[in-house]
């Protein structure tokens, strides 16, 4: 009988062992429900609709509580931002002139030309850097503003820790705070806290609950145009560039597109000028343009 005993005892550690280093299943884990590649039970629901949707790479459909990072963030956004827009002909449209050092992903380029991510430095993308919740708002607050969505509230957020959220993430706290996609915890935004892939995937689907129809995007957060007058663009770190010396559309056309974002200057389209707007600087018939604007 001890000898059984002894058997039982060996089996059972022996299950446990096949249990935990086999399928990653953590006390955690049990606690809560949920094995390594199933989202918490407040993320469940949200998690399945997206994946459901195609608006979750496959390479971020497991590993729920990881933290996130810089370059999958960009892999979740660009999916998302691409149903917001009604397809991905109009991104088309829109080229990247600037490169990372440190990153081919093709999803960092698409919404870096939206402004809605940004390199560390004008070299370095740093894609496998984990996100903090302040660089989150940023991120989704970017977003929100390049699309520039209706019904965005800038009021103050009632964080209990708001005077520990840095004042350059401030303002997107506050638009995600009213829009009800970032919501924060008793203990209040907690900005230096890890972003996880669930509470990533649940904020993209609380931005599409949020959003109604988008009409536009900004370039590089820049400079708003409408879906339909996108057309032979090219964007940097500090500008764009709209048609070329082989474009079908004359600048004056092209100008079109983009003059609302400065209501007091006018361009003659027929001699090259470069006009001063505010902290931009327009330029027109250049080598490899019509139109620039930097700033």
Do not use: C
Request: glycine residues 8%; aromatic residues 10%; neutral net charge.
């Amino acid at each position: 009988m001890k000898a059984q005993r002894i058997m039982i005892s060996i089996l059972s550690m022996m299950s446990l062992f096949w249990l935990t280093g086999i399928y990653g299943i953590t006390s955690e884990a049990y606690a809560n429900g949920r094995t390594a590649d199933q989202p918490s039970g407040w993320a469940a629901n949200d998690v399945s609709y997206m994946i459901k949707a195609g608006l979750v790479p496959d390479g971020l459909q497991g590993n729920y509580t990881a933290k996130i990072t810089r370059s999958e963030y960009a892999s979740l956004v660009y999916p998302v931002v691409v149903q917001l827009v009604g397809g991905t002909n109009h991104m088309d449209h829109i080229l990247n002139e600037h490169l990372f050092q440190d990153t081919i992903n093709a999803e960092v380029y698409h919404v870096y030309k939206l402004g809605i991510v940004n390199g560390i430095n004008d070299l370095e993308f740093k894609p496998a850097r984990n996100i903090e919740r302040k660089e989150a708002v940023v991120m989704m607050g970017n977003l929100m503003k390049s699309l520039r969505l209706e019904g965005l509230s800038y009021d103050k957020a009632p964080y209990v820790d708001y005077s520990v959220i840095p004042s350059w993430a401030a303002e997107s706290a506050n638009i995600t705070y009213h829009a009800k996609i970032f919501q924060g915890t008793a203990a209040g935004m907690e900005p230096d806290k890890p972003y996880t892939r669930e509470q990533s995937i649940v904020t993209m689907k609380r931005l599409l609950d949020f959003a109604s129809e988008v009409k536009g995007v900004s370039y590089r957060g820049k400079v708003y145009a409408d879906l339909d007058t996108i057309f032979d663009v090219r964007v940097g770190a500090n500008y764009v560039k709209i048609g070329s010396k082989k474009s079908p559309k004359s600048a004056l056309e092209l100008w079109e597109s983009v003059s609302h974002n400065f209501p007091n200057v006018a361009i003659n389209g027929k001699t090259a000028e470069s006009i001063r707007s505010n902290n931009f600087i327009i330029e027109t018939l250049g080598a490899d343009y019509l139109i620039k604007i930097s700033w």
